[in-house]
């Protein structure tokens, strides 16, 4: 079955430096990938998904994420990181007969000094 | 706000009751799922339906939970006779409906059982 796994359950960055969150996925072939932001007390926002093509994906907020088949890794990658970036990020990969049921990572939280 | 709304945001309920979790999905979408988020397990998926159809309940627990989305109104997920393990966040996300298609997820209800 198709998963995802992030390894860092934690990550701390300063504010301005780069960031990149990590993510591997299980699957057989060219998988369709998401990155999702949860902050505190809120739901979950897609910041950018990869479903063919090119392996750059340019997301919102400043974020991309490249897929890396040769790695089986879709990282999410920031140049700059701002103070409001601090949250809880997903990767995430739809599985099942329909293909609409989502398999998250377990979350990394990223925390940003300032 | 054309987002996925869902109400309550947060739904406080004695063990034994019922609990009922509303969902508006975005304009034009007529595809809705829903998510259970605890905290030592994660995001997992519950349910998806269609108007009036429910697709894939794989991730219902087999008693207790119930789950519709009307021709008419909000999509309703019902729990009776609450535990105390039943209190998590509860997501709903909506898509268009093709396979693969990027989910939104509204804020989620804060279900606490006393």
């Known amino acids: 079955a198709q998963s995802v796994t992030q390894p860092d359950i934690h990550i701390t960055v300063s504010e301005g430096a780069s960031l990149e969150l990590r993510c591997n996925y299980s699957y057989g072939a060219t998988p369709y990938l998401f990155w999702y932001v949860q902050s505190p007390g809120q739901g979950l926002q897609l910041l950018l998904k990869?479903?063919?093509?090119?392996?750059l994906v340019q997301g919102i907020k400043g974020f991309e994420a490249e897929f890396k088949r040769s790695q089986s890794s879709f990282n999410l990658r920031k140049p700059s990181v701002h103070w409001s970036d601090a949250a809880e990020y997903f990767c995430a990969v739809p599985t099942g007969e329909y293909g609409n049921k989502l398999v998250f990572g377990a979350g990394t939280i990223l925390r940003v000094k300032s | 706000n054309a987002g996925v709304m869902q109400n309550p945001r947060h739904l406080v309920r004695r063990r034994g009751q019922e609990a009922r979790l509303r969902c508006s999905p975005m304009k034009g979408h007529s595809h809705v799922y829903w998510y259970r988020q605890l905290p030592e397990e994660g995001l997992k998926f519950m349910v998806y339906l269609q108007k009036e159809n429910i697709i894939d309940e794989s991730g219902m627990p087999k008693e207790r939970f119930s789950a519709e989305f009307p021709k008419e109104g909000p999509s309703i997920l019902r729990i009776q006779q609450v535990v105390r393990g039943d209190s998590a966040a509860y997501f709903c996300a909506s898509s268009r409906g093709h396979s693969n298609q990027p989910q939104h997820f509204g804020d989620g209800t804060r279900l606490s059982i006393l």
């Open positions: 990869y479903f063919s093509g090119d392996t």
